[in-house]
């Protein structure tokens, strides 16, 4: 018994120096100083500070929950982690050049937004038999939507053009998650507190992820300064990342800790 509660406790300090040398070696390695009158900045670095509390409380609450929920927490851990060394950097590219950090954000999400998909066949295959049509229809409906964006965005298509086929992608996630297969099984197969979970968890894809398209409008679409136009952009992603990134991963966490019970 002693063994094992060393080895957690072991486990845990490791995770807790490790994710602390990943903060401190970043910001040092930095050759530029954030100002305080920076708020684009700022923000990238409060967001970023957030995500790895988040990691440390979803890998350190493995331990509370059953096994069949330590991969949907994993992967919530593994969300906020990926998110975070990108904020890392992002700041950095942000407060040494002022310009947008298109690439390194996209690299985020094309990491992460698939990994949040795949959350929602993981709480359904954690209490029942669930398709790999379902996994797959997540997955593909998320690339177009990051395609989409990111070629509109990094001036290799129409700005307008790319904008309607990554919405179509979002689309085609909120089809099938009110009302495709995935939400069917939710609704005939789940316990109630796993359908709380996903209902809460499509709102976010909803609402949560309006918030993107919003971002691109702004940045792109309404002429304003080149300047005023990407600090709108970057303020309006970075407060949707941290929204949707971490909320989706206190939901899981949740259920998780509830079905465990």
Request: proline share 2%; aromatic share 16%; glycine share 8%.
């Amino acid at each position: 018994m002693f063994q094992g509660f060393f080895k957690s406790l072991r486990n845990k300090c490791l995770l807790g120096l490790s994710l602390l040398g990943l903060s401190t070696s970043v910001f040092a390695t930095s050759g530029q100083v954030l100002q305080s009158s920076d708020f684009v900045g700022i923000t990238f670095w409060l967001i970023s500070m957030a995500l790895v509390a988040s990691t440390a409380f979803f890998f350190l609450e493995r331990d509370r929950v059953a096994g069949k929920w330590k991969t949907s927490l994993t992967v919530s851990g593994l969300v906020t982690l990926v998110a975070a060394v990108h904020y890392f950097y992002m700041r950095d590219v942000w407060v040494a050049t002022g310009s947008t950090p298109t690439v390194y954000r996209y690299i985020d999400w094309l990491i992460t937004v698939p990994l949040l998909m795949i959350e929602f066949y993981l709480i359904l295959s954690a209490i029942t038999k669930v398709s790999t049509g379902v996994f797959w229809r997540l997955v593909i409906g998320t690339l177009v939507m990051l395609v989409g964006g990111y070629v509109g965005e990094a001036g290799y298509a129409d700005v307008m053009t790319s904008f309607i086929v990554g919405m179509l992608g979002w689309f085609y996630i909120l089809y099938e998650i009110f009302a495709g297969e995935a939400s069917k099984i939710s609704a005939n197969k789940a316990p109630a507190t796993v359908q709380k979970a996903f209902n809460t968890m499509r709102l976010i894809v909803t609402f949560g992820w309006a918030i993107y398209p919003l971002g691109y409008y702004f940045g792109y679409l309404t002429g304003a300064d080149p300047a005023s136009s990407m600090a709108s952009l970057n303020i309006i992603y970075n407060l949707a990342d941290v929204l949707n990134k971490i909320a989706f991963g206190v939901i899981i966490w949740s259920v998780a800790v509830s079905e465990s019970k």
